[in-house]
């Protein structure tokens, strides 16, 4: 069965005030629940703001941030279902409990 990741970039939720933030991640939690109560849910989680490592070829290191990046993934959930128009329903859920908008791509 497909999988699909289903991601936002970072920063999307910075909008969110700390007052709304326990309430956003009660509604994340809620929907990664029901995602593993249906039995899609693969793995998901958040990534820490702007901090990577490139390893390049050659097994050199650089470490970040990389303040030259305009877009890195903020979070992401994989889920597997038969097809695309089972994931968007996932992503709509998930967009309307993070409060910011979902990038949906197959797994290949």
């Keep these: 069965m497909p999988r699909y ?3 936002f970039d970072d920063g999307a939720m910075d909008h969110i005030s700390a007052e709304d933030l326990p309430e956003v991640g009660r509604a994340a939690n809620a929907v ?16 820490n703001r702007q901090r990577a490592s490139i390893v390049s ?6 470490d970040g941030p990389f303040p030259e990046t305009k877009e890195v993934v903020g979070g992401l959930v994989v889920v597997e279902v038969a097809s695309r128009e089972e994931a968007l329903p996932w992503a709509a859920k998930i967009a309307a409990a ?11």
């Design 57 to 62: 070829t050659d097994g050199v290191v650089t």
């Design 5 to 7: 990741l289903i991601s």
């Design 32 to 47: 990664c629940q029901e995602a593993a109560d249906a039995g899609v849910w693969v793995f998901g989680g958040g990534l």
């Design 98 to 108: 993070c409060r910011c908008a979902q990038e949906v791509r197959e797994i290949i």
